[in-house]
């Protein structure tokens, strides 16, 4: 009896030993930051709290009833159902665990950023090279918009003997490789040691499957079954483990990133303010609108004939031969912009003039339609001409007039031609900066080859009053070859009164030539009117108080004298009739 009772004792105690080196041998297992080493350890590491926590069968039984008394019937129990020696017998091997040695295993992973020109058509190119490779397949895909600033994303999943062969395939269907990273991981270690502790958790599992079909009482039944469970549990987790580490080592992982071709935009803005003869700033702005780096960008800025180089900055080269000014920028990055400019000086007599940018790049460009921008400089001219004189003239007297005219426009006015045409009634006298006189059409003619931006000139004539009295009126007028932007203000009107010889000396009110003149003359007289009330005031208004002082006191002593008489009965004989 003593005998068996040992036997069975140590039985269990074999199947818990392996339970315990098995969970002891989990503690060993490190897969680095993998996120499956994690539920290892803290299942293995629950398994045996748990086991610490747990009161093996025997103790339990010993709490119910004396330790001789338990052990016996137990061993009764299980010599009759099996009267053969209690021997653990041999672990089972499942046929997929190799107790031998392990190949390495290698967990192969790659990352590969590719330009392609157009994105629709490399996507359709990655489909067809994971239908060419059995096993293969798209694990997963991002496909963004047909649009520079955004990126695509294919993860494929190929097997490791094809993993070399994919990524080269894959390097052909992009225009540029722009970056690649490969990366291997030897878990050699971590296979095997998970292998081991499979093998251990499983033969421990048969073992207390044999104690189960010995135990005779439903209470080592309940334990036994307990052990089981905790066992299973811990099989399932490091099976889970290994099939993830071998699907990992089986089938590389290839993470493909497609990146649109880069735009490269140019684009320049006309100067708001240049005239002929002057300097001026031609600028304009390179721009890269893409998701990759664009290399050797070169920039042409091609100039007309009239506009003179100074300057340019940024390490602009000017070219005397081709009239250019260039740049070269070794990199533009993705969403860089840089500002280019030279100086020039406008010397011609076009209309027109223009500054034409050109932009090229050595790597792969999606749309080429922006690559070039021209600046139009436009110029133009503007006359205008002013009058200054007397509006009313004796009969018998002279007249003298002033009159300027200027170019406001940006260029100049060639052949300028001013015209002043004398009414009837009116003598020619003379004229000072350069003008004669057209007897045949009556009319004052200065002439000037050219007038510059932004100049004006003076001139003036006199001109005898010999008409009788009335109205004259005196038209002037400035034109040149060069059309006119705005050519209202190019003619004045202008109308003089002629006076008689009897009110020559006297003075007379002159009501001005156009209605605001004659507004703002009677506005002055209005204020003039309203100042002189207002000095009044100022002045009357004290010096009045002053006087009525003597008269108010003067009357104060009036009344009271009749006061003092209509009391004492005697009337008060005024002063006056006294």
Not at 318 to 337: C, F, K, N, Q
Request: proline share 4%; net charge negative; glycine share 6%.
């Amino acid at each position: 009896m003593h005998r068996f009772r040992a036997a069975f004792i140590v039985l269990i105690v074999l199947a818990l030993t392996a339970c315990g080196e098995a969970e002891s041998s989990a503690e060993s297992l490190d897969f680095g930051d993998r996120p499956m080493a994690a539920p290892a350890v803290a299942m293995a590491t629950e398994s045996e709290a748990m086991a610490v926590r747990e009161v093996p069968v025997e103790v339990e039984v010993i709490r119910e009833v004396p330790v001789e008394v338990a052990v016996e019937k137990v061993v009764e129990k299980m010599v009759t159902a099996a009267p053969a020696p209690a021997i653990a017998p041999a672990a089972a091997t499942p046929q997929s665990l190799d107790a031998g040695v392990v190949e390495r295993q290698i967990i192969r992973t790659g990352t590969l950023s590719v330009v392609v020109a157009e994105l629709a058509a490399a996507v359709t190119q990655v489909d067809d090279i994971m239908a060419g490779i059995p096993g293969a397949f798209v694990a997963a895909s991002n496909i963004q918009q047909d649009d520079p600033r955004r990126v695509s994303t294919i993860t494929v999943r190929v097997p490791v003997e094809a993993f070399d062969a994919t990524l080269a395939a894959l390097r052909n269907i992009g225009a540029e490789v722009i970056d690649e990273d490969i990366r291997s991981q030897d878990v050699t270690a971590q296979y095997t040691d998970l292998t081991a502790r499979l093998r251990n958790a499983t033969a421990a599992e048969q073992q207390l499957l044999d104690i189960l079909t010995r135990a005779q009482s439903v209470q080592d039944t309940i334990e036994v079954q307990r052990e089981l469970t905790d066992v299973r549990e811990r099989i399932e987790v490091l099976q889970g483990q290994l099939n993830l580490l071998t699907n990992q080592t089986s089938l590389a992982t290839i993470v493909l990133r497609l990146h649109p071709a880069a735009d490269l935009i140019v684009t320049r803005e006309v100067p708001s303010h240049f005239r002929m003869h002057d300097q001026t700033h031609l600028g304009l702005t390179v721009r890269n609108d893409g998701t990759v780096d664009l290399k050797q960008v070169e920039v042409i800025d091609r100039l007309d004939a009239g506009m003179i180089f100074l300057a340019a900055g940024d390490g602009g080269v000017y070219d005397a031969a081709a009239h250019t000014v260039s740049w070269t920028i070794d990199r533009l990055g993705p969403g860089e912009a840089r500002f280019l400019g030279a100086e020039v000086r406008l010397e011609s007599n076009a209309s027109e003039m223009h500054a034409r940018a050109e932009v090229s790049t050595s790597s792969a460009e999606g749309d080429a339609a922006n690559n070039r921008a021209t600046a139009t400089l436009t110029f133009h001219v503007d006359l205008a001409v002013f009058k200054d004189g007397p509006n009313a003239v004796p009969i018998g007297r002279d007249a003298a007039y002033g009159m300027e005219f200027h170019n406001s426009g940006n260029t100049d006015a060639r052949n300028v031609r001013l015209e002043e045409r004398l009414p009837d009634g009116m003598q020619f006298v003379r004229a000072d900066g350069g003008g004669r006189f057209d007897a045949d059409r009556g009319t004052i003619v200065w002439e000037f080859p050219r007038l510059g931006p932004g100049h004006a000139e003076h001139v003036s004539y006199v001109a005898r009053v010999e008409a009788s009295a009335g109205r004259l009126q005196t038209d002037t007028t400035i034109t040149s070859d060069d059309p006119d932007r705005a050519n209202v203000d190019n003619t004045r009107t202008t109308f003089l009164t002629v006076l008689p010889e009897d009110v020559a000396d006297r003075e007379i009110w002159n009501p001005g030539d156009t209605a605001g003149e004659s507004v703002d003359r009677l506005g002055q007289l209005a204020q003039w009117a309203v100042d002189a009330g207002v000095t009044i005031g100022i002045i009357g208004v004290p010096v009045l108080a002053v006087l009525s002082i003597p008269v108010l006191g003067v009357r104060a002593i009036r009344r009271r004298r009749r006061a003092r008489g209509a009391g004492s009965g005697v009337e008060e004989v005024p002063a006056d009739q006294a």
